[in-house]
């Protein structure tokens, strides 16, 4: 069973596209999953950032067993 935190940094595009995306901090010590969190994070689209430019985000991702 795997939990704990990824906080992974990525950057939005002008376009809403994830341009990029690496893990920041983690208390998981599993490359599979950290590569895994990355990947999903560069498929995710958003609306596109008012006013063009680029949005840079730290988000966390906690991971718990389910009850």
Do not use: W
């Not at 376009?15 to 990947?39: F, H, M, W, Y």
């Not at 995710?44 to 680029?54: D, E, L, T």
């Amino acid at each position: 069973m795997i939990e704990g935190r990824v906080v992974l940094k990525f950057v939005i595009d002008s376009d809403g596209n994830v341009s990029g995306a690496s893990v920041e901090e983690t208390t998981i010590k599993s490359p599979e999953l950290q590569a895994c969190v990355i990947r999903a994070a560069k498929r995710m689209v958003f609306p596109k950032p008012k006013g063009g430019g680029i949005v840079m985000v730290n988000y966390p991702f906690v991971f718990k067993a389910a009850k």
